[in-house]
């Protein structure tokens, strides 16, 4: 069951009754805005309904959505979604970094029980950042390794700002 921590950050009252969270908690797993996990997504453009994309899944927001009238409430996340290019329609290019993930151009919802089913088994943590954020932390980790420092042995990936669109 889902456990919300802390106050709602948002709270909407339109069509439905929408409150925003920045922090929840699924079982021992904790999940917090800009958080970044593993993830298997199931690509809606294949012809194999069960094919499963292995990407990174920025947690933007979890919210709670009651649609009016109805007694029910909905427990969805909200993800940003970056896709290695190979798993992209144009594939690899030449002129993608050998560390780079492409944003998927839009945000995805979905229940929270199916967020936690489709995580992935790999918990070990690794850094998303901008390319420049990139360069820099490769450029400290080479000069750690030419001084015999030690080098922090997380890994690192960047997302371009450019985005995918699917079709």
């Known amino acids: 069951d889902v456990e919300w921590l802390g106050p709602p950050a948002v709270q909407e009252d339109d069509d439905a009754h929408k409150e925003t969270y920045l922090r929840f908690r699924v079982g021992e797993r904790e999940f917090w805005t800009n958080q970044f996990v593993r993830f298997l997504f199931v690509d809606p453009t294949s012809d194999e309904s069960d094919e499963l994309v292995p990407c ?40 993608h970094g050998a560390d780079e993930l492409i944003a998927l151009g839009e945000e995805v919802q979905m229940p929270v029980e199916n967020f936690i089913e489709s995580l992935g088994e790999d918990t070990s943590p690794f850094l998303l950042v901008s390319y420049y954020e990139y360069c820099r932390i490769m450029a400290h980790r080479k000069f750690c390794a030419a001084s015999g420092q030690p080098v922090d042995p997380t890994p690192v990936q960047y997302a371009r700002f450019g985005f995918y669109m699917r079709n």
Do not use: Q
């Open 56 to 95: 990174v899944a920025e947690v933007r927001n979890g919210f709670t959505l009651r649609a009016m009238g109805d007694d029910e409430l909905a427990h969805m996340v909200e993800l940003r979604l970056y896709f290695s290019p190979e798993d992209c329609p144009s594939g690899r290019t030449p002129r």
